[in-house]
């Protein structure tokens, strides 16, 4: 794994920053939480790759609050602009 930052998916709407930030400590230094409000799903940033390696393994197909949980590395935010339309 090259990156730090973990996509989690399949997150329980109640679950929050707090109680994600305490999932992912088990496995490393947690530098940022941010889960995305009534979307299931969020992102966790650990302090270097062989962390991130080590809590995706560990936590991808895991259960948590009765959700199997998709972890994976976090993919670089798309490009905004669409087929010739740009913003200004």
Do not use: H
Request: hydrophobic fraction near 25%; glycine fraction near 10%; avoid cysteine.
């Amino acid at each position: 794994m090259q990156g730090t930052k973990l996509y989690v998916g399949n997150l329980s709407y109640s679950v929050t920053n707090e109680e994600l930030r305490e999932l992912f400590s088990n496995y490393g230094e947690v530098k940022q939480v941010n889960i995305v409000e009534g979307r299931g799903f969020g992102f966790v940033e650990m302090s270097n790759p062989s962390e991130a390696e080590k809590a995706k393994e560990a936590l991808n197909g895991s259960n948590y609050k009765g959700r199997t949980l998709k972890v994976d590395e976090a993919r670089p935010p798309r490009n905004k602009e669409r087929r010739g339309f740009r913003r200004y």
